[in-house]
Every structure is written in C-alpha cells, then in structure tokens.
C-alpha cells in the first residue's frame, strides 16, 4: 500500500477457506515463528471473496496494487 513516510507499507490480501477464521495477530505470529522480520510484517490484513485471477489462472498482481491504493486514499 502506498505509505507517506516510506513510500509503501506491507499488505496481505488472503483469501479464505470456508468455515475458517485468520487476524493480523494470528498472521504476525505465524510470521514470527517462521522467521520472518518484524520488519517485513504486513501492518494491514485484508480478507477479499475471491482473488482476482488472469484466465490462466495466475493472481493480478496489478489488480491488487490498485485496490491497496484505492484502500489508502480512503483512510
């Protein structure tokens, strides 16, 4: 996402298995058990329906970034 002091801040778009349940908390832990940084924890979760998909079936990237984008201007 867009962010005004580094230029970018962290965001995960996941998209759900039905009947289950995931929070930022439950991600920033499982992050740090695997490994990862602090740093390079997403500061924002968003649960999306579905993600946007190429008709090869390959995520739309772009289509992410736009929606990030659209997600900062509103807050």
Do not use: N, W
């Amino acid at each position: 996402m867009p962010g005004a002091r580094l230029g970018e801040r962290a965001c995960a778009f996941v998209q759900m298995k039905p009947g289950s349940s995931f929070d930022l908390v439950e991600m920033r832990a499982f992050l740090e058990k695997a490994g990862m940084a602090r740093t390079y924890h997403p500061e924002r979760l968003e649960i999306i329906d579905e993600l946007p998909r190429t008709p090869s079936g390959k995520i739309q990237k772009f289509a992410l970034r736009e929606r990030a984008a659209r997600m900062a201007k509103e807050s």
